[in-house]
């Protein structure tokens, strides 16, 4: 079977990436940018790095700011209406997976009309035209919305995220600037980071990985494993080497698939609106030890990205162990919460259970779990 392997056309890393959004609107000839972003960013100045290079080199744009942290159906439809009002002929997405997924569906829309039903993108739309151009300049070090086919989108009626798999969604541009990173908190930092480390380990052990994809994955857990610490304390370092460790991470997964953590971990944002990232990374370790025994020598390779010692004198169970403990201390290390208490109510595991089941990520899982490990699973974490 072959492996299909979809990356952007052209991406830029590193401190002063940004600088060649002019070059590149201008050599595609673009005359006027949609701006997608949320209300913060524009609040601190984050997009102003953006939006001055727009003006000192005469390029025109407006700015659509209302993109909640879980985007939603209403923020896609607002900004398919905010595109077309704008007379726009492409979009720069400016924020963490919140802002670019929203740009996503928006420029899949205005291509693609017959599915202004967003509803209708979920899963993998037979869409007929490549979307709307994209430049993405990622404000987050973990989603790498900037490089993946996949976006999410929050339908608040139902109280459930659905995922939508999309090669046409792809921005032509990625930015990867640790300077759009800077202004990051410190929570959002261990956050992203966190989400980082999972796309990793779950592209890491899918049941789509394969030899290509195993090297990015592992190469991007010994980035996360190294970097998200200095980070964290807001080190220049740091934020660089973590905003390629993202990268690296969706350069992978987008093509291989994820797993039950990132399935766990939806319902819980669209129904606690918990952070992604902190999800993630408290159902993680859970979920590690959950596929262990499905995992072959992958955990090996894994404890020793982390940085784990003696890994080769180790038995099987050790060094599951060593590598599910690494991951455990990174967490902690960061001040990521360890048990979902006060977060998940028990009348509402079956409903968690269920949209976790029907989630987009769960067939990739190496292990096929029954409805009932899955709310033990939850439950063992309150």
């Not at 339908?155 to 600037?177: G, L, Q, S, Y």
């Not at 990051?184 to 956050?191: C, D, E, Q, R, V």
């Not at 390629?244 to 987008?254: D, N, R």
Request: hydrophobic share 40%; glycine share 8%.
């Amino acid at each position: 079977m072959a492996n299909r392997f979809c990356l952007n056309p052209v991406s830029y890393h590193g401190y002063g990436a940004i600088d060649s959004i002019p070059v590149e609107a201008k050599a595609h000839h673009f005359k006027k940018a949609l701006v997608c972003t949320d209300p913060d960013l524009v609040k601190f100045k984050v997009i102003d790095h953006v939006t001055k290079l727009l003006e000192d080199n005469k390029l025109a744009y407006e700015v659509y700011d209302g993109i909640k942290p879980n985007p939603t159906i209403e923020n896609v439809k607002d900004g398919v209406k905010a595109f077309e009002n704008a007379s726009a002929d492409y979009i720069i997405a400016i924020g963490g997976g919140s802002s670019m997924d929203t740009a996503k569906a928006i420029a899949i829309i205005i291509a693609n009309p017959e599915f202004a039903d967003v509803r209708s993108l979920e899963g993998v739309a037979p869409t007929k035209n490549p979307c709307v151009p994209i430049f993405a300049v990622p404000t987050t070090a973990g989603t790498a919305a900037e490089v993946t086919i996949n976006y999410v989108i929050t339908d608040e009626e139902k109280h459930r995220k659905f995922v939508c798999v999309d090669p046409h969604d792809m921005p032509i541009v990625a930015f990867v600037d640790p300077l759009m990173m800077s202004t990051m908190p410190k929570g959002l930092t261990a956050a992203t980071g966190m989400d980082a480390m999972t796309h990793a380990i779950e592209g890491l052990i899918t049941k789509g990985a394969w030899e290509l994809s195993d090297c990015l994955h592992l190469e991007a857990i010994k980035l996360v494993a190294n970097n998200l610490r200095s980070a964290y304390r807001g080190e220049k370092e740091g934020r660089e080497g973590m905003a390629l460790a993202e990268y690296v991470a969706g350069m992978g997964f987008s093509n291989v698939g994820l797993g039950i953590v990132h399935s766990m971990a939806h319902p819980l944002s669209a129904l606690y609106d918990t952070p992604h990232g902190v999800a993630c990374s408290i159902l993680l370790p859970t979920g590690m030890a959950y596929n262990a025994d499905y995992t072959g020598e992958k955990y090996r390779e894994l404890a020793k990205a982390m940085g784990v010692e003696g890994v080769e004198k180790m038995s099987q169970e050790e060094y599951r162990k060593a590598a599910i403990d690494a991951v455990q201390q990174l967490s902690i290390d960061v001040g990521i919460p360890t048990s979902l208490k006060g977060i998940v109510k028990e009348e509402d595991l079956s409903f968690l259970a269920d949209s976790a089941m029907a989630d987009a990520c769960m067939p990739g899982n190496p292990r096929t779990p029954t409805k009932e490990e899955v709310i033990a699973l939850y439950r063992s974490l309150m």
